[in-house]
Each structure stands twice: as structure tokens, then as C-alpha cells.
């Protein structure tokens, strides 16, 4: 009788609960292709992104790259007397880049963002008929600079969205959490550089 009950509810999760699968896009921002990492000193920049995913995903950059490029990586702490300017966002202008080329000697730049869009789709939720869709989207950027000549070798943004469906009856849905979201953006467009790059 037990293990019926078991089987039984298993069943009843199982029939009324829905996965909802996140979908990824990839958008070229700059020139095609990758870099050539088998040269120079590359500086990465702070990254920017929520304040909740920030440790997670500054871990995995941060080994991502360093095994990239091992004792030619730097990060602000480690590449000494590096100044960079305070409008060095992800799309550094030209005056921008030249006032990076004086403050550093560096060869390479490297610039990671993360941004939520929405947040309306949570890990787990209850759907009580639902009859508007909800949606949950984020975007990661990479951008690769090359300081000398001051310009851009490298920029994709990874856009990262999962959405509910309508539904004529209750059940409960199940969805990438919006770090997880985040996390899986990154690591589409970080693979888009590695694939397309001389290593």
C-alpha cells in the first residue's frame, strides 16, 4: 500500500508540473571572430553585475581566464600602477581607450557585464491558471580591446530569457533560477570567444 502511494504521487508531481527551458541568442556587437591570446599582457576589469551573482561569477571568470592565459593575465589588484578611467564601461569610446593606453601597460583589455532585465519567473512556481505570459531575460557582454592601437577586437552580448505559457490548469513550474540564468549566459558567450580564438 505504501509503495503505491509513492508511485501515485510521484505520478500526480509528475503529470502536473511543467519545465519551463531557458533560450539563448547570441548578438555581435563589434568586429567578428575572436583574439589571439598566444600574445601580451592581458588586464581584465572589475566586473559589473548584480551584487547577488557577483561572487559565483567573478570565480569562474576569473579561472576561466587565468587558465586561458596564465601568467599573462592581470587583474586591477595584480597589475600594478594600472589606471583605469572611470568611463570605462563595456563600449569604451576612443578618448576613453587613449586615457586607458596612458594609465597602463598592458597590451589587452578585457570587459565583462551582466544585467537583469526582467525577473518575473521564479526557480519554482505555483500557476493557477495563468492566462499572461511571464518572462525572465538577462544579457552578459564580453569585450576585448586592444590597448596599443586602441580599438575593439572582440564584443557579443549572450541574452538569456525563460518564459511561462498560459495554462488552462494549475500546476507548478519549474525554471533556471535567475543566477543560474546569468551563469549560462556567461558561459555561451565566453565559449563563442574560446571557439573562435587563437589560443
Not at 583574439?35 to 570565480?59: D, M
Not at 569604451?92 to 593606453?101: D, G, N, P, R, V
Not at 513550474?173 to 587563437?198: M, Q, T, W
Request: with cysteine; glycine share 6%.
Amino acid at each position: 500500500m505504501t509503495i503505491f502511494r509513492v508511485f501515485f504521487s510521484l505520478s500526480v508531481i509528475f503529470l502536473f508540473n511543467s519545465c519551463n527551458f531557458p533560450h539563448f541568442s547570441l548578438t555581435n556587437n563589434g568586429p567578428a571572430g575572436g583574439v589571439n591570446f598566444r600574445t601580451g599582457n592581458w588586464l581584465i576589469n572589475e566586473i559589473e553585475c548584480p551584487s547577488k551573482i557577483y561572487g559565483q561569477l567573478n570565480a569562474e571568470i576569473q579561472e576561466n581566464f587565468k587558465d586561458l592565459l596564465k601568467d599573462r593575465y592581470f587583474t586591477l589588484l595584480t597589475a600594478k600602477g594600472s589606471i583605469i578611467p572611470k568611463k570605462a564601461g563595456i563600449s569604451m569610446s576612443k578618448e576613453t581607450l587613449h586615457q586607458l593606453a596612458l594609465g597602463t601597460t598592458m597590451d589587452y583589455f578585457i570587459q565583462v557585464k551582466a544585467v537583469i532585465i526582467t525577473n518575473e519567473v521564479g526557480a519554482i512556481s505555483y500557476n493557477s491558471k495563468r492566462t499572461n505570459p511571464q518572462n525572465s531575460s538577462v544579457q552578459v557582454t564580453i569585450a576585448c580591446y586592444d590597448i596599443k592601437k586602441e580599438i575593439l577586437l572582440y564584443s557579443k552580448t549572450s541574452t538569456g530569457s525563460v518564459s511561462t505559457s498560459p495554462s488552462t490548469r494549475d500546476q507548478i513550474e519549474f525554471s533556471p533560477a535567475i543566477n543560474n540564468l546569468i551563469l549560462s549566459s556567461y558561459r555561451k558567450v565566453f565559449r563563442d570567444l574560446f571557439e573562435h580564438s587563437v589560443k
